[in-house]
């Protein structure tokens, strides 16, 4: 039984130890398109942070454009 559980741990090791090796021989092909690949990424998370970047803005300018003329309605009312 111990064989077997030494075994079996050997051929774990010997397999999680072959993993690193291989992610070292990339080919420059292999690398070049991983790096477009998170480059196209980054370029999408930054255009989605922008879009809502743009419309909290847009949110913010309209709670104000109303605040403004909620304000300039009331002074109406009290002069008036």
Known sequence: MKRI???????VLSFA???????QRMTPEQNAR????SAKQQQKMLK??????RKAMKKSEKAQRKA???ANKQLK????
């Open 17 to 23: 130890g072959a993993m690193p090796a291989y992610a």
């Open 34 to 37: 991983l790096s477009r690949k």
């Open 77 to 80: 009312q009290r002069r008036g």
């Open 68 to 70: 403004t003329q909620k």
């Open 48 to 53: 989605k942070a922008n879009k809502k970047q």
């Open 5 to 11: 559980a030494a075994f079996m741990l050997l051929v």
